[in-house]
């Protein structure tokens, strides 16, 4: 793709060929090509964003909402748009998703969204036609006190503009999936060094860890903090208060916090 190519609008070309490069470098587990092609794409999509909507000459004032999915998370990305040109945006990541239709987790969206919000705006253009459209149409216009229309276009300029948002969502849903890349493949070279440091014989799942301390020599106590697969699990955090003899001494009370885990675990190992 040429300079003078891309300058004169065609943008698309090149933004579908650094996507496919991310995505290859991305499998092909490359996450710093990967995320120097997401960097790329950014400023790209900055930039036609900025153009699309200047050309439209859209006097209306407009919310358009659009979303992409990885794996149970929904990337919301939601543009505002003032007197034809970008006021601002925002992208949310909703979790736990599981199966449930777009047309629903958008509709769902809007109405969280703008239950809080008094900036409505005149018009709200949404990728998938939402669950009781009218209803919310009817409850946004109640609350501006004018006219507030909601739908989504399948053709014309509203409709490019509905996919341009969409892509900036992919943007989004493919940043996160590359940072989990990235974090996966950081703990499991944690992992692996410290399986070879200890020489075990395999990659430890749970990892614990103790701390003792106490307060001008007195009131010991000990805390404890997991991992599970290279990851905090703050649910299993314990504190212990030390029992077994009064005054300061590390060596005596982790022997006691650590004799009290594993006598736990018998415990509770055999009543399975």
Same mark, same amino acid.
């Given at each position: 793709?040429?300079? /003078?190519?891309?300058?004169?609008?065609?943008?698309?070309?090149?933004?579908?060929?650094?996507?496919?490069?991310?995505?290859?470098?991305?499998?092909?587990?490359?996450?710093?090509?990967?995320?120097?092609?997401?960097? &790329?794409?950014?400023?790209? *999509?900055?930039?036609?964003? *900025?153009?699309?909507?200047?050309? $439209?000459?859209?006097?209306?004032?407009?919310?358009?909402?659009?979303?992409?999915?990885?794996?149970?998370?929904?990337?919301?990305? @939601?543009?505002?748009?003032?007197?034809?040109?970008?006021?601002?945006?925002?992208?949310? /990541?909703?979790?736990?998703?599981?199966?449930?239709?777009?047309?629903?987790? %958008?509709?769902?969206?809007?109405?969280?969204?703008?239950?809080?919000?008094?900036?409505?705006?005149?018009?709200? %253009?949404?990728?998938? $036609? /939402?669950?009781?459209?009218?209803?919310?149409?009817?409850?946004?216009?109640? &609350?501006?006190?004018?006219?507030?229309? @909601?739908?989504?276009?399948?053709?014309?300029?509203?409709?490019? %503009?509905?996919?341009?948002?969409?892509?900036?969502?992919?943007?989004? $849903?493919?940043?996160?999936?590359?940072?989990?890349?990235?974090?996966?493949?950081?703990?499991?070279?944690?992992?692996?060094?410290?399986? !070879?440091?200890?020489?075990?014989?395999?990659?430890?799942?749970?990892?614990?860890?103790?701390?003792?301390?106490?307060?001008?020599?007195?009131?010991?106590? $000990?805390?404890?903090?997991?991992?599970?697969?290279?990851?905090?699990?703050?649910?299993?955090?314990?504190?212990?208060?030390?029992?077994?003899?009064?005054?300061?001494?590390?060596?005596?009370?982790?022997?006691?916090?650590?004799?009290?885990?594993?006598?736990?675990?018998?415990?509770?190992?055999? !009543?399975?």
């Amino acid at each position: 793709f040429d300079i /003078c190519s891309f300058l004169s609008g065609n943008q698309d070309g090149l933004l579908d060929e650094l996507e496919r490069e991310m995505r290859e470098a991305s499998k092909r587990t490359e996450f710093e090509k990967a995320a120097i092609l997401r960097d &790329k794409i950014e400023a790209i *999509k900055k930039f036609s964003e *900025k153009q699309k909507i200047t050309n $439209a000459e859209r006097q209306t004032d407009t919310d358009i909402i659009a979303l992409a999915r990885w794996g149970t998370k929904a990337f919301i990305e @939601i543009f505002f748009v003032r007197k034809g040109r970008i006021f601002g945006h925002r992208n949310f /990541c909703i979790e736990d998703t599981g199966d449930s239709p777009e047309a629903e987790i %958008l509709s769902d969206f809007v109405k969280q969204f703008y239950i809080d919000n008094n900036e409505i705006p005149k018009e709200i %253009l949404t990728e998938f $036609a /939402c669950v009781d459209e009218s209803v919310i149409s009817a409850w946004l216009s109640n &609350k501006k006190k004018s006219k507030v229309s @909601i739908h989504s276009p399948v053709r014309g300029e509203k409709k490019k %503009l509905v996919d341009m948002v969409h892509k900036n969502a992919e943007i989004s $849903a493919d940043n996160y999936r590359i940072s989990a890349l990235n974090y996966v493949k950081s703990k499991n070279k944690v992992l692996l060094e410290l399986t !070879k440091i200890l020489n075990l014989t395999g990659v430890p799942k749970r990892i614990e860890s103790y701390d003792i301390s106490n307060i001008s020599g007195s009131d010991n106590v $000990a805390s404890m903090v997991v991992f599970v697969d290279g990851k905090p699990s703050k649910k299993d955090y314990r504190n212990f208060k030390i029992k077994s003899f009064d005054g300061a001494d590390d060596y005596l009370a982790m022997q006691e916090v650590v004799y009290r885990r594993l006598r736990r675990a018998l415990e509770e190992q055999e !009543k399975l």
